[in-house]
């Protein structure tokens, strides 16, 4: 077995999957075609992270003031747009202000230790990385949700229903350690 793992245009999910050149996708909730099946693998609330030393990390909670006055990381793989928070923030007339566009979270995690810059992340990434993190000041920002999907002509392919289990086993591994985490 031979598992790839790349950046795919979402437009072209749907396509993709009927066609057979993806197996899989992994992603945020799609408009998709009935013929693609999906099921809810994670689901995670934003929050505010930043480094320790941050110099809000010692405030229980943010205002929105103080969330507005900070230099932001945002996350996503589009070179413009909007995420949830910013549409959020855009109801209320207002807009952040974004320093630093990456595409992946990881190099952007190192930036965020290394300044007073803030992200607005998962809190489960929050938590994984050891970052100081805050509920988010701002109302009606969705829930992050990660679903995956497959073609309906691959329902009963018995490789592809035995990596799914395993996908979403592994899943339900990562929530229930977490669970397991925040109790002790």
Known sequence: MTI???????????????????????????????????????????????????????????????????????????????GHVDLALGKMGIQRRIALRSQHYLMATQVLQQTDMVMTIPERFARRNDLHYVHLPVNDVPSVETHLYWHESTDQDPANRWMREQIIELSQRVVAQEQSLEKA
Request: charged share 30%; proline share 4%; aromatic share 6%.
């Open 4 to 82: 790839e793992s790349f950046l795919s245009k979402r437009r072209e999910t749907t396509k993709e999957l009927a066609a057979g050149r993806l197996d899989f996708a992994v992603d945020a909730p799609l408009n998709t075609d009935p013929q693609v099946r999906h099921v809810k693998l994670l689901e995670d609330r934003y929050v505010c992270g930043m480094r320790k030393a941050h110099p809000l990390a010692n405030k229980a909670t943010l205002t929105l003031d103080d969330y507005m006055s900070q230099a932001h990381i945002h996350i996503s793989s589009r070179r413009s747009g909007l």
